[in-house]
């Protein structure tokens, strides 16, 4: 049996030739995280399905822009399950928190991550927050794992004080390209350029796993939303699944035809949605060990493809992609109504 | 004693009726040699040196009359022949005597040429602007000052280029330091470096008396003691073009071309001879302009500038070639393109009667990586640090064939396409947030692709080489096809 996806909406880019390279979806929000030095906040929130006014049509309207907060483009957004959090990293280097307004209309800058001594911290690539958005795990260049307690960030531009650090893992020194935080706040997992994994106890503060079966760079990692399994996949093409507790693989996914660069469990846990370099889509089954279904919107590099939190007022699972040539496209299950 | 050979060179401009670049140094010599005709006393002084040497004029005169009798080869003309295997086996003390003596020979005889119009001279040729340095010299040894000062302009990189892309020729650098240099200064390195610039001034202002070329490495070897490294040649040779405002070119001194083509192309020689770029499969190397007369491009609808030698050899030696060879020219400057090479393409790509009013597409193939993409930029709009050269050697209408993020896929599984793929070093991620600071945010297409293709690398963390198209069948074929839009 297989899922039917409709692609419901495609927001294609105003500025030519600027790839979206991640997406930070939150209850309310969506966070855009391109090529260009912006960064675009969409609203989420009104979504119905038969639309009954003009406005309805677009449910996903431009609900903000942070203009020009990232000079170079920004690499990774990452957004706090509980929705208040928000993170962004940009291409010099820079890390931002956001948070959301009282009345859960606008964001606005918390601070910058600070780290007190940047030459031992490295420099930071992929982030990854935790449930509350209190904690902000980072991975560097050369393998690190900073954990940053976002409460203490640097306000001001002026403001020298650094960013309390709660814990740093160290790995063999290749480059971290993926980092998520276990919504249970216990685990910490990254994935690097070397093929290599691993899975930190936060309480203990050490390395609980190292993961083995993927020889090439691991693009993305993420937990399941109940902790048990831990998704991994990259260049090697195939999506692994491992156990948080033993460490042991349990079942592993082949089927993409190129570099695998993003994935994402949906809240049930029971589909994982993964981009590929091909611009394909696919989303498996992970009772059944299989592909349900596969999207293409184009031919160019996904980048970031993500689910919609579920929401009272979604019926339908809906997830969104976004990549190269700067165009997001939403899709949502088909099914009889 | 009189040197005669030296008398009928300088008639040969005169007579040769050679067709001349437009503001070439050898036009000025040519100039300065007309104006020779033109004052008959003066020729009779050139003729015979010992008359020169002893009727000195105006500021001259006491200088040679002391300077006289104080070494014997005072008496020749010219520098070439001058007391340089001494000079180096001196102290620097020493050095600096013998020069103004050599100085006072040319200072002389330019004041001979030029007498009708002293300022006008030097503000218009090296060699006046060369002698005008030495004079200033020879007068402070005269009024017997303390110190010897020149002054440099040194270049230096623009701080933050940001938002700024092509790099703009007609402006100015963004700094100019100005640097004084005294002799003796206040420490030997000073010195050291007084005697280096008035070395290298005093072999340039020979080579443009007589008409020949120096490479910056002939410049080095004339006296590798002093000069220490080929470096330190090279910088002082770049500050003293950029301190008279003039292309290196203009000061005698090339260096020796590195870059390789092979195509449809026939070269006219000045000496008469016509190559055919097409007769050698290994490629000839890039002529030096001065030698080219005119190309003969009628043959010509592309030109394929590639990043690598390795990447120019095996399309060379592949079939495919052996079908489009009678289309289109390849070149290589093997990297980072040296000014040779960057004058030639433009030379290539530029419409003027030299080239038969030809101006082909120019394809770039480059290593999709950070180095790929800055060779790309240098070809397009120029070096930061040879910015001042920029105006005549740049070639903004060059396309960017590849690699590109796209072709990272071409080799799929094979292990060897795979050994194409590299992760990018920490120097390689540096350089491209380096470049993508200096890139623009709003633009035409082509520099926007750089900036997102930078970002890619930086996001990708790996880097394709050319190497990766010659592990898969066809690979090569298939990509330059597509943009060559040939069979």
């Not at chain 1, 483009?73 to 940009?90: L, P, T, W």
């Not at chain 2, 010219?78 to 100085?103: C, F």
């Not at chain 2, 396309?399 to 060897?416: A, S």
Request: glycine content about 6%; aromatic content about 6%.
């Amino acid at each position: 049996m297989s899922k039917q996806y409709l692609q419901t909406h495609t927001l294609a880019s105003t500025q030519p030739a600027a790839d979206i390279f991640s997406l930070a979806p939150t209850p309310t929000h969506l966070f855009v995280g391109s090529g260009s030095s912006s960064i675009k906040i969409y609203s989420t929130k009104g979504q119905v399905i038969h639309a009954d006014t003009a406005a309805d049509e677009h449910p996903y309207p431009l609900a903000q822009t942070l203009e020009k907060v990232h000079p170079l483009g920004a690499h990774h957004v990452c957004s706090s399950q509980d929705g208040k959090v928000a993170a962004s990293a940009g291409f010099g280097g820079e890390l931002k928190i956001w948070e959301i307004s009282e009345d859960g209309t606008s964001w606005s800058a918390r601070g910058d991550v600070v780290p007190q001594d940047k030459k031992k911290a490295g420099e930071s690539w992929a982030i990854a927050l935790s449930e509350d958005g209190k904690y902000l795990a980072a991975a560097t260049h050369d393998g690190r794992i900073n954990v940053y307690d976002t409460t203490t960030t640097a306000s001001a531009a002026d403001d020298k004080t650094a960013t309390q650090r709660i814990a740093q893992y160290e790995t063999k020194g290749s480059f971290g390209l993926s980092v998520d935080l276990s919504s249970n706040g216990a685990m910490t997992a990254s994935g690097h350029q070397n093929g290599s994994i691993y899975i930190f106890n936060n309480s203990t503060q050490r390395l609980a796993h190292s993961l083995t079966g993927l020889l090439k760079p691991v693009r993305a990692v993420r937990f399941s939303p109940a902790c048990k399994f831990l998704a991994a996949a990259g260049d090697a093409r195939i999506i692994a699944l491992y156990d948080t507790l033993s460490g042991e693989q349990v079942a592993n996914f082949s089927g993409h035809a190129s570099w695998v660069m993003s994935l994402d469990w949906n809240w049930s846990g029971e589909f994982l949605l993964c981009g590929g370099y091909d611009g394909k889509a696919k989303i498996w089954s992970v009772e059944r060990k299989e592909c349900v279904a596969t999207q293409t919107e184009s031919e160019k590099c996904l980048w970031s493809v993500r689910w919609l939190p579920k929401s009272a007022s979604m019926r339908n699972e809906t997830f969104v992609t976004a990549g190269a040539g700067g165009t997001l496209a939403f899709y949502r299950e088909a099914s009889g109504t | 004693m009189v040197t005669v050979e030296y008398d009928y060179k300088d008639f040969d401009d005169l007579l040769a009726g050679v067709e001349l670049l437009k503001d070439s140094s050898q036009e000025s010599l040519t100039n300065a040699a007309a104006d020779i005709d033109l004052h008959d006393d003066d020729n009779d002084c050139l003729m015979h040196g010992e008359i020169c040497s002893s009727t000195p004029k105006e500021t001259d005169n006491l200088l040679s009359d002391e300077l006289m009798d104080a070494s014997p080869s005072f008496h020749k003309l010219g520098l070439s022949q001058l007391p340089l295997p001494d000079v180096s086996r001196e102290t620097e003390d020493e050095r600096s005597a013998p020069l103004p003596q050599a100085v006072s020979d040319t200072t002389a005889n330019a004041s001979h040429s030029s007498s009708s119009e002293p300022s006008n001279r030097s503000s218009m040729s090296v060699t006046g602007k060369i002698e005008a340095v030495f004079e200033e010299i020879a007068d402070a040894l005269l009024q017997e000052k303390n110190e010897l000062t020149l002054t440099l302009l040194r270049r230096t990189r623009p701080q933050k280029v940001s938002a700024m892309s092509p790099i703009e020729t007609n402006k100015p650098p963004q700094s100019v330091v100005s640097k004084r240099i005294c002799f003796p200064g206040k420490t030997a390195e000073e010195a050291w470096r007084f005697t280096v610039v008035v070395r290298i001034l005093e072999l340039t202002h020979e080579a443009l008396r007589n008409g020949t070329v120096l490479s910056k490495r002939d410049i080095y070897y004339r006296d590798p003691a002093l000069f220490g490294k080929q470096a330190h040649v090279d910088r002082y040779v770049d500050d003293i073009a950029f301190t008279f405002g003039v292309q290196r070119s203009k000061l005698n001194v090339t260096a020796v071309a590195k870059g390789l083509i092979s195509g449809a192309i026939n070269i006219c020689r000045r000496d008469g001879s016509i190559v055919e770029a097409s007769s050698d499969r290994e490629g000839m190397l890039v002529p030096s302009l001065r030698d080219v007369l005119s190309i003969n491009m009628t043959a010509v609808r592309w030109i394929l500038v590639v990043e690598k030698e390795a990447t120019f050899r095996s399309i060379a030696a592949s079939t495919f070639w052996d079908m489009i060879s009678a289309q289109g020219v390849m070149l290589t400057a093997k990297g980072y393109p040296d000014i040779a090479s960057r004058a030639f393409l433009r030379w290539l790509s530029t419409s003027s009667p030299r080239n038969g009013f030809a101006s082909p597409p120019v394809y770039g193939l480059v290593d999709f990586d950070p180095d790929g993409l800055a060779i790309l930029s240098i070809y397009k709009h120029g070096s930061i640090r040879l910015a001042h050269e920029n105006a005549d050697l740049c070639v903004p209408q060059m396309q960017w064939l590849g690699l590109r993020r796209e072709h990272m896929m071409i080799g799929g599984d094979d292990l060897h396409a795979s050994q194409g793929l590299l992760s990018l070093t920490a120097r390689d991620r540096r350089k491209a947030v380096k470049m993508l600071e200096r890139c623009a945010t709003q633009g035409n297409d082509a520099e926007l692709q750089v900036r997102a293709a930078l970002q890619d690398m930086l996001m990708l963390n790996t880097k394709a080489e050319l190497q990766l198209l010659d592990a898969v069948p066809d690979g090569m074929t298939r990509l330059l096809m597509s943009k060559l839009g040939i069979l």
